[in-house]
């Protein structure tokens, strides 16, 4: 069974730029979790998608952060425009929903705002 | 914000030696689970223990729950080298969402 994919694995933009991270979830997986980690933290969870529905966005930054699960599948995750405090490691999770309650968890996405 | 908090936030033992680790959590939960993270990797699932469980086994690995203390530890026993990384409780909350949050973590250094 093929992990979690995400990609880019590290990106540098300068402050005040926007990018996106892309998701691809186990295949039949249909909870989605995009977590922020920043340097010696726990991950922060940013949203958590059933599907393409949106179950918790509370701690996400609306003002600049944006996701979207189209068609229940893949993820991506924007910011725009981006704070040199965005700087950290993006980590895109799936699990089962309703089934077993363990998340998969793929490599992360390093982000540095310089 | 972070349900889970654990302690000690660093360990350091030598090969051989058992490792335990406490997580503190604040709300009710269905299940608590234990993660770990190598350096610059993702998160890895160890364990799981479910609301209604006092102790779970797996290989080397012990979690116990007590619910009325909102409280779990992990013992990691005859440790090795290659269990150098930091480990994450995670608190799956109560209600049906499916909601995963994670404590701070902590640093666990086995030398050789």
């Known amino acids: 069974e093929a992990g979690v994919a995400q990609s880019p694995r590290y990106k540098i933009i300068e402050k005040r730029q926007s990018v996106a991270f892309w998701c691809n979830p186990i295949s039949g997986h249909a909870t989605l979790y995009w977590y922020q980690q920043i340097l010696g933290q726990g991950p922060k969870l940013l949203i958590q998608f059933q599907n393409n529905g949106v179950v918790d966005d509370s701690q996400l930054p609306k003002d600049r952060f944006s996701a979207e699960r189209l068609k229940g599948v893949d993820s991506t995750l924007k910011i725009q425009p981006a704070k040199l405090e965005d700087s950290a490691v993006y980590l895109c999770?799936?699990?089962?929903?309703?089934?077993?309650?363990?998340?998969?968890f793929g490599q992360g996405t390093r982000l540095t705002v310089v | 914000s972070q349900q889970g908090e654990e302690d000690p936030q660093a360990l350091s033992i030598q090969e051989g030696e058992n490792a335990t680790m406490n997580c503190s959590y604040k709300?009710?939960?269905?299940?608590l689970q234990w993660y770990r993270q190598n350096s610059g990797r993702g998160l890895v699932h160890l364990i799981l223990?479910?609301?209604?469980?006092r102790e779970k086994h797996s290989g080397r690995l012990r979690v116990t729950l007590d619910t009325s203390k909102k409280s779990s530890s992990l013992l990691i026993t005859a440790s090795r080298a290659a269990d150098t990384a930091s480990y994450f409780c995670?608190?799956?909350?109560?209600?049906?969402?499916?909601?995963?949050?994670f404590g701070k973590g902590m640093k666990l250094t086995v030398n050789p």
């Open positions: 223990i479910r609301s209604n469980e």
């Open positions: 995670a608190t799956d909350l109560q209600g049906g969402s499916e909601k995963l949050v």
């Open positions: 999770a799936s699990k089962r929903t309703g089934g077993a309650p363990e998340a998969f």
């Open positions: 709300t009710s939960i269905n299940n």
